[in-house]
């Protein structure tokens, strides 16, 4: 409970600290906008159609993969912290880890294969 | 809790907060003066004595600087994203454990915001969340350069978080503790007698793809891929101006400031001096409060050491091309990630329980 209590007031400090970092500028800072300003920058050429431009369905295909292998590394954590103290108890956890790196390793392998990251 | 509880714990999270965000000055000044050294010209020396006080006239200059918000884009967004990036990185430092204790007030302080039991995972899971701030300021923006550079910035921070994760998960096996204070409390004394017992000599494959990793994190050069001033303008923050724009340096340098913290901590001994065992310390310097004080100054020599060295690499290093960074991450530093697992598993089976 005193964790959370720290951790809530460290929130409101910073909190704090971003807000004011941000409206600050606002207040100091002289206001003149003209259109040029406020256009779109690309190196001072008149921006061509649409910004929002169709980009590469790999960009989509590495988050999908990293979901998927963020679940899976995620799964290593509560092993690794009762595996030093499992040892004595005999290889049980050793096997447990043998198996899913294999099934883990698999996949990799797979995706590596398939050239899924060559994005050019 | 009492009301004094309530005052020690905002004076400790001003206090470290403060202290943290004193990293973003000093390391403007030092990547300037080493760039400067490196290329062989003055650098930054007209403000000031040596131009000590180029980071304040810097600051200075943002605060006063127009702020104007590009009538295209998502305002909301647009705003929200030098925040969302900042907040992040001034969350994650409430998990390092910066020294022992100190005894004040007849209380035992402990020198760390708060000691979460899953402090490890608490520091993975905040600092993933900055690349919400980078993708939503180069969508926001609406500018072809900004989108492209957020959307490699997006898939390189979740590509190098795997790595990064699986590192720490190594760490987690040899202390068999989430818990940031309880692993440096374990790295007392001497590894194999002449060693000092810290992590890196448990953990070396570990350590490597962690520092590789932490860099990618971090949007530093060589793997700046998000910026590459040369193809993409500035990447996601070329619509940013004043101090919107330096929001996102600040956060970049405190991420910089909590990664080297996290390598020190995990594999460096965090607060220990080598070889030397705190115990015996206390005797020397007869006092907590001092000791308490020499492990501060241990634990801010060895983050510098590492501050320095991201700035040593940044200016010594040329950039990653996009699938080769890609390629080093998928393709070698998860595998070696993986097989770091595998043998720290293995050996640590038979020497049963220590690496």
């Known amino acids: 409970m005193e964790n959370l209590i720290a951790l809530a007031v460290l929130f409101a400090v910073a909190l704090l600290l971003c807000g004011a970092i941000l409206a600050i500028t606002q207040i100091l800072g002289p206001k003149n906008p003209v259109p040029e300003r406020l256009g779109t920058y690309e190196c001072g050429v008149k921006p061509e159609g649409n910004p929002r431009i169709p980009f590469k369905s790999s960009f989509y295909l590495i988050a999908v993969l990293f979901l998927l292998f963020d679940v899976e590394a995620a799964f290593f954590l509560p092993w690794a912290l009762v595996y030093r103290d499992s040892i004595s108890a005999g290889p049980e956890l050793l096997w447990a880890l043998l198996v899913y790196l294999g099934l883990m390793a698999v996949g990799l392998f797979y995706i590596l294969r398939k050239k899924i990251l060559k994005l050019n | ?355």
């Not at chain 2, 809790?1 to 999270?13: G, H, T």
């Not at chain 2, 907060?17 to 003055?42: C, F, H, N, S």
């Not at chain 2, 006239?57 to 994203?81: C, G, M, S």
């Not at chain 2, 050996?347 to 329980?353: C, E, L, R, V």
Request: some cysteine; hydrophobic content about 55%; overall charge negative.
């Open chain 2, 1 to 355: 809790m009492e009301a004094f509880d309530y005052i020690l714990s905002i004076s400790k999270v001003v206090l470290i907060l403060v202290g943290v965000i004193q990293v973003v000055p000093i390391m403007i000044y030092v990547e300037r003066k080493v760039a400067a050294l490196i290329q062989d010209r003055p650098g930054p020396n007209r403000v000031g004595p040596l131009g000590l006080f180029q980071p304040i006239a810097d600051a200075v200059k943002f605060l006063f600087k127009e702020d104007p918000i590009p009538l295209n884009t998502n305002r909301f967004l647009y705003t929200l994203a030098p925040f969302l990036s900042l907040l992040p990185a001034c969350l994650v430092i409430a998990a390092l454990p910066i020294a022992d204790k100190a005894i004040l007030f007849g209380r035992e302080i402990y020198i760390q915001i708060t000691d979460l039991d899953v402090s490890l995972i608490y520091i993975l899971a905040i600092g993933s969340l900055g690349v919400y701030g980078i993708l939503f300021g180069g969508w926001a923006s609406n500018n072809k350069y900004s989108l492209i550079g957020s959307l490699r910035s997006a898939s390189q921070m979740v590509s190098y978080e795997l790595p990064l994760g699986l590192a720490v998960v190594g760490t987690v096996m040899v202390y068999g503790t989430f818990s940031l204070r309880e692993m440096v409390l374990q790295q007392e004394g001497t590894f194999l007698g002449f060693l000092p017992n810290w992590g890196i000599f448990y953990q070396p494959l570990g350590f490597l793809v962690f520092l590789v990793a932490s860099f990618a994190e971090t949007n530093r050069l060589p793997f700046d891929l998000p910026e590459t001033e040369a193809e993409l303008v500035a990447g996601f923050h070329t619509e940013y101006g004043s101090m919107k724009f330096a929001t996102f340096f600040m956060a970049e340098y405190m991420n910089l400031a909590t990664m080297a913290g996290l390598m020190t901590v995990m594999y460096f001994g965090g607060w220990h001096l080598p070889w030397v065992k705190d115990s015996q310390l206390l005797e020397w310097l007869g006092s907590q409060n001092l000791l308490c004080i020499v492990q501060i100054i241990t634990y801010i020599v060895k983050v510098a050491f590492f501050l320095f060295l991201y700035v040593l690499i940044r200016w010594t290093l040329p950039r990653f091309r996009f699938d080769q960074l890609m390629e080093l991450s998928w393709g070698s530093l998860i595998p070696l990630g993986l097989i770091n697992i595998l043998l720290s598993a293995v050996i640590m089976y038979f020497t049963g329980g220590k690496v």
